[in-house]
T-cell receptor
Framework: EAGVAQSPRYKIIEKRQSVAFWCNPI?????LYWYQQILGQGPKLLIQ????????DSQLPKDRFSAERLKGVDSTLKIQPAKLEDSAVYLC???????????????FGQGTRLTVV | RKEVEQDPGPFNVPEGATVAFNCTYS??????FFWYRQDCRKEPKLLMS???SGNEDGRFTAQLNRASQYISLLIRDSKLSDSATYLC????????????FGTGTRLTVIP
């Protein structure tokens, strides 16, 4: 079974530039998550989609971050404009049903490592 | 206060040692509990779910104490390959069943 695919793997941009990340979840997975992991910290949820609808975006900095999952499959996360503190790994994950439980695992992609200089 | 708190370590233990990690969570409404493992520069991967009655998977034992809002992971007979960061994870907060991660505890097993 193919895993969660993310691209690019690495990205270096200057502050105030824009950047976009792409995620293709495991086929058939209804729920998709974007997490931000700053070095030395655990992943922090940015946004959760159920099919093409947003379930939770309470921690998404909406003044600069946006995300969409138009057809309920793959998703893009955009930062515009980027700040130095946005340097992090952006992880995409998916799960088969709505949310996770002891019976529903979330699978992570390898992440996109963003460096803002 | 963070939803999930754990000692960041690092823990440096010799091969064959037993090591325990602890974690506390702040929201009593949390429903599901997990330990994830994250290798350096890799994505988190599920190590084990944590059941109310406690559960064991080979050398790994997880315990949950809902009254104290406390989760533990015990690793027996540590192997070099156990070196990684162990993330305590809670879901069921805010009704969305997404995952809230602790900072992670870094373990290094020394030959």
């Amino acid at each position: 079974e193919a895993g969660v695919a993310q691209s690019p793997r690495y990205k270096i941009i200057e502050k105030r530039q824009s950047v976009a990340f792409w995620c293709n979840p495991i086929s058939g997975h209804a729920t998709l998550y974007w997490y931000q992991q700053i070095l030395g910290q655990g992943p922090k949820l940015l946004i959760q989609f159920q099919n093409n609808g947003v379930v939770d975006d309470s921690q998404l900095p909406k003044d600069r971050f946006s995300a969409e999952r138009l057809k309920g499959v793959d998703s893009t996360l955009k930062i515009q404009p980027a700040k130095l503190e946005d340097s992090a790994v952006y992880l995409c994950a998916s799960s088969a049903r709505q949310g996770v439980s002891v019976n529903t695992e979330a699978f992570f992609g390898q992440g996109t490592r963003l460096t803002v200089v | 206060r963070k939803e999930v708190e754990q000692d960041p370590g690092p823990f440096n233990v010799p091969e064959g040692a037993t090591v325990a990690f602890n974690c506390t969570y702040s929201n009593s409404a949390s429903q599901s509990f997990f330990w994830y493992r994250q290798d350096c520069r890799k994505e988190p991967k599920l190590l084990m779910s944590v059941y109310s009655s406690g559960n064991e998977d080979g050398r790994f034992t997880a315990q949950l104490n809902r009254a104290s809002q406390y989760i533990s992971l015990l690793i027996r007979d540590s192997k070099l390959s156990d070196s990684a960061t162990y993330l305590c994870v809670v879901s069921g907060l805010m009704g969305a069943n997404n995952l809230f991660f602790g900072t992670g505890t870094r373990l290094t097993v020394i030959p």
